[in-house]
Each structure stands twice: as structure tokens, then as C-alpha cells.
């Protein structure tokens, strides 16, 4: 087994440095291997004629690295529940929302419970240090079990609601209950609760923090979700810097001419 080596985050150059507008992705050594591959065909998928666990497990695979909503909430009855959700990620911020979607079936989840009967809950980003207590608090306990006992983690105070926050957390959101949506299957059950909430603090730990105020991702370590029971850490990065038109609009023009000109006249966007 590898001995856990926290950090060793660095930027690299970008896979394809040398790269100009309109060129292929088969300029390296790395994009001709991947290019090659198109030669093994495609695998196509009816979603409507398949089975929904191999969709599940298909779904999960390919949307990576996914990250980690870890929610405090609390019921009517004062019982806190703490669970992690994948299916989460960050709407807008002015104002600022999430989602996160948590699955239906023949038992609601106890966090959309929760949510929807005292509007409140924290979203908590995980990092490697304590992943594994995170990771303990997907048990399927009846929902008298308190989760934080078992995950061994430390309930730290919320500034405006009930529900407490992950104090090993680097990074932390007080939320309130923005909008509830059911999502029904074919056969109008429920599929899904997804749930938007309006971030009304933010906690962050002032050692994750570079010069500028921004969470420095190799201080920060968090953790994402990959299929099956794996999860990412961050490993390298590299920086792409966005193209601006007002600066590129003439390299384009010399480079792709008039193929670069939808019908309409309008420069091809797509994000």
C-alpha cells in the first residue's frame, strides 16, 4: 500500500503548448494516441431501452471528477444528519447558489427532508486529510444514527442557521433553501429533489489562502468523485488563458480566412 503523501501540487505547461487556432488536437505525440483510438468505434447508448443501474454506473464513470457536496442539515425534530453528494455544483454567484441533487425511490433522502422542513443546511468541501471520515457518513443507517458520531468529525457553529458546519472543513457555505424541484421518471415517480440554495456565509480556512484571498488548490486538497467508490485528488494543473476576440481577431482571420465565418456572418462561440 502507498504511504499517503499529502500535497505535491504543481502547474505544468498545458498539454498542447505550441498550439495555434484551428489546428487539430493531433499536433502531439499525446493527441495522435488519443486520435488513434477513434479506431475501437463507438459504443451508443438508448437511455430509454437501458437498464437504469448500468446507467447509474455508466453516468457516474464518464461525469468526473465530480465534487463533493458534504451537507449538515437538521430536522424538525432537532435530528442532524450529515451525507455526502456528488451531484452538486456551484449555479451562480451574484446572487450566489448551488445545487445539489439528491436522488429519490421509495425513501425520501433524509438531507431533502431535512432541507425542506427547516430550510437550512451547510455545504462542506472535503479535503484529503479527512476524506475517509467523509467517506463514513454514506452508511446506510436509519435516520435516528447520527452521522457525525460515527465519521468522527467536529460540529463547529453556523453564523445564521441551525445546522452546524464541518469544522475540519478548509471551506464551508451557510445555505438557505431557494428553490425545490421534482424531477419525475417515465413512470411519475420521483427521480430526484433538486434543491438551490442561496449561499448566505462563507467560512475558509485562512491557510488555504494565497496572496490574493483565493483558495491555493495545493493547500486546499479537496477531494472529487469518481464511478464506482473511487475518488480524485488534484493532482498537477496547468492554466489555459481564455481567448479574448479583441485581441485575437486578427491572428484569426490570417489563420482561418473565411472558414472561420459561420452563414450568418457570426464568429463560431461555443462554451
Known sequence: MTAFQPGGFKFTDSPDPAWTFGASSSTTHFGRQWAEQETQGWKTIDTSQEDPRYLYALSISGIVPRPIAFVSSISAKNEENLAPFSWFNQVCTNPPIISISCTGGSRQKDTARNILETKGFTVNIISEPWAVQANAACIDAPAEVNEWVVSGLTK????????????????????????????????????????????????????????????DPAKFMAVGRLGDVAYSKVGDGFRIPRPAWAEEKEKLQDQLGDVLWTTSGNIRSES
Open 156 to 215: 463547529e457553529p453556523s453564523t445564521s442557521i441551525a445546522p452546524a458546519r464541518v469544522k475540519e472543513s478548509a471551506f464551508s457555505m451557510e445555505c438557505e433553501l431557494l428553490q425545490h424541484i421534482e424531477v419525475k421518471n417515465a413512470a411519475g415517480g420521483l427521480a430526484a429533489n433538486l434543491i438551490l440554495g442561496t449561499v448566505k456565509y462563507i467560512h475558509v480556512r485562512n491557510a488555504v489562502l494565497d496572496e490574493r484571498g483565493l483558495v
